[in-house]
């Protein structure tokens, strides 16, 4: 279901648990200068469909906060999937982000947990800056460990460059000395020259491997 599908069928929920009809939700938005009719209701909690399929209108923000005021409910249960028991439900935040967990939904709302996939260092960050969390230690704690994350993937991205280039420099010496051998061998250099040569080339390696401390 879309967003406003789901909005709606919290309106309608959080409508009955008041006792109200639909004529006294749209009384009560007239009194609380909501201008949220009886037509305008029934459009929302039905969902309407145009000809192609889609809501003929969308909730807005603006009657998501006021439904939320005038039915005294907070905003996150006109957003929040049912929990009752049995229910499935899925929501489409966009047209390629669907929850299905209700927590998961509730927690993303509140500035409590990124969405899979999401930048966890982006998310905490803003949660921090746009409201007085109600555990602000542990988002806290969450950042921490998504910029700790971020630096060992930084640190795993460095490490394996460097044993690229260590293993690229390491075939590139053995590349030569079997090149040098082999053209020894080709100008008929005795057993004794090749072994000197590879005696050689085994002390330059170790030499390349532990450079002598100035």
């Known amino acids: 279901m879309s967003v406003s599908d789901l909005v709606a069928s919290r309106i309608r929920d959080a409508r ?22 009886r037509s305008v209701l029934a459009n929302i909690e039905s969902g309407r469909k145009s000809a192609d399929g889609t809501r003929r209108r969308d909730v807005t923000v ?15 249960y006109l957003l929040g999937l049912s929990r009752e028991t049995g229910a499935s439900q899925a929501v489409a935040v966009t047209s390629t982000t ?35 969390v109600a555990d602000p230690s542990r988002v806290i704690d969450e950042l921490r460990r998504a910029v700790l994350q971020d630096r ?47 005696r050689k080339a085994s002390e330059e390696l170790k030499h390349n491997d532990h450079p002598a401390e100035s």
Request: proline residues 5%; charged residues 20%; contains cysteine.
């Open 16 to 37: 009955k648990r008041r006792g109200w009809s639909a004529d006294q939700l749209a009384e009560q938005c007239a009194r609380a200068g909501l201008p949220v009719t």
């Open 98 to 132: 669907v929850i299905t967990d209700p927590d998961l939904l509730t927690q993303w709302i509140r500035g409590d947990q990124p969405l899979p996939n999401g930048d966890a260092r982006t998310y905490f960050s803003t949660a921090l800056e746009s409201r007085a």
């Open 62 to 76: 603006d009657e998501l906060l006021g439904l939320a005021a005038v039915l005294n409910v907070p905003p996150t």
């Open 152 to 198: 060992a993937k930084e640190l795993a991205d460095q490490f394996h460059a460097s044993a690229q280039a260590v293993a690229e420099q390491a075939h590139a010496q053995v590349s030569a000395v079997i090149a040098e051998v082999g053209g020894a061998l080709a100008t008929g250099a005795s057993v004794e020259d090749v072994l000197g040569l590879l």
